[in-house]
């Protein structure tokens, strides 16, 4: 017999309320009052960012083009180079 979906609702009970307690952190507390800064749109600015046709058009364009490579399956990965451990000056 499979458990029913109400039944799986109910174990994972107990994991979203923990969830819900608060930021277990200085760091993801102060990435939390940013989060809320932003969507309360307090911290707006007060000039309008606009962009010209020219600007919409070319973003436009570098988005269409993105989907001109095809998405891997799978990714290899030891392709893309390495990454050095020394300390550079």
Do not use: C
Not at 49 to 56: C, G, I, K, P, V
């Amino acid at each position: 017999m499979k458990p029913s979906f109400v039944y799986l609702a109910l174990l994972a009970l107990p994991l979203t309320t923990h969830a819900l307690e608060g930021p277990s952190s200085a760091q993801q507390q102060e990435t939390e009052v940013w989060l809320q800064l932003q969507s309360s749109n307090k911290a707006a600015s007060q000039k309008p960012q606009t962009s010209t046709a020219t600007e919409r058009e070319l973003s436009m364009q570098r988005w269409l083009k993105s989907y001109e490579h095809e998405i891997p399956k799978f990714f290899d990965q030891n392709e893309g180079g390495t990454v050095s451990s020394g300390s550079g000056g």
